[in-house]
């Protein structure tokens, strides 16, 4: 079955430095990932896909299928990347047809002033 | 953007009772629709999928009969717990993606509290 992995629970860096976010996935499929991103009081919404290899608000993030990871980067943390964020994996159902989506539990980045 | 409505935002009701959820998606056709359930603390847990006319597809250990998912149009799904208890409260979250599309799309949620 399907997995996505996000080691870290919390991640606490100064304004300034740089970020990482990790993410690792399993998945016999062929990968489509995803970062979510949640704001305190806010609904989940998607930062970046890797299809689109787009940059989101300085966050990029690269599919490495070798090390089955898709870490997110950020080189200047900004005090409002403080957030939620969510690692998803697209996966298709035994059968074909239908799609799911999976994530990981989440890494709460906390950018100190 | 594409946008969903949840509704509603919040739930207080005796044990017993059964709730229903109502996920919207306001400007596009969702083919596909996810339930997901979100304990404190913790990640978002799927708990099934409903593709609009079709039968929901649960997963392991969500119990069909309990949580009651209906997908009668493009633009509506809808999540019932049946003869809910206490350790239902949690919070509760739709989803949507139109067809062909990758990107998901989410309600605010859903706080339930069965006391």
């Known amino acids: 079955a399907q997995r996505v992995t996000q080691p870290e629970k919390l991640l606490s860096v100064f304004k300034g430095a740089p970020v990482e976010l990790k993410c690792n996935y399993s998945?016999?499929?062929?990968?489509?990932l995803f970062w979510y991103v949640q704001y305190s009081r806010q609904r989940l919404q998607l930062l970046l896909r890797h299809i689109s290899r787009e940059s989101i608000k300085g966050f990029t993030a690269d599919l490495n299928k070798g090390e089955t990871s898709f870490h997110l980067k950020k080189p200047f943390a900004q005090e409002e990347d403080s957030a939620m964020y969510y690692c998803?994996?697209?996966?298709?159902?035994?059968?074909?047809?239908?799609?799911?989506?999976?994530f990981g539990k989440g890494t709460h980045l906390i950018i100190q002033p | 953007g594409a946008v969903v409505s949840q509704h509603p935002s919040r739930v207080i009701c005796k044990s017993g009772t059964s709730v229903k959820i109502e996920c919207r998606s306001l400007d596009f056709q969702a083919t596909t629709m996810f339930w997901y359930r979100q304990f404190p603390k913790q990640s978002l847990m799927l708990m099934a999928t409903s593709n609009e006319g079709s039968k929901a597809t649960y997963e392991q250990g969500v119990e069909k009969d309990k949580f009651l998912i209906n997908h009668a149009s493009l633009t509506l799904s809808t999540l019932t717990v049946t003869s809910a208890h206490p350790e239902d409260s949690s919070f509760y979250i739709c989803?949507?993606?139109?067809?062909?599309?990758?990107?998901?799309?989410f309600g605010d949620g859903t706080r339930l509290s069965i006391l």
């Open positions: 998803a994996l697209r996966f298709m159902y035994s059968g074909g047809g239908a799609d799911g989506l999976t």
């Open positions: 998945y016999s499929g062929s990968p489509e």
């Open positions: 989803s949507a993606k139109a067809l062909g599309q990758g990107a998901m799309h």
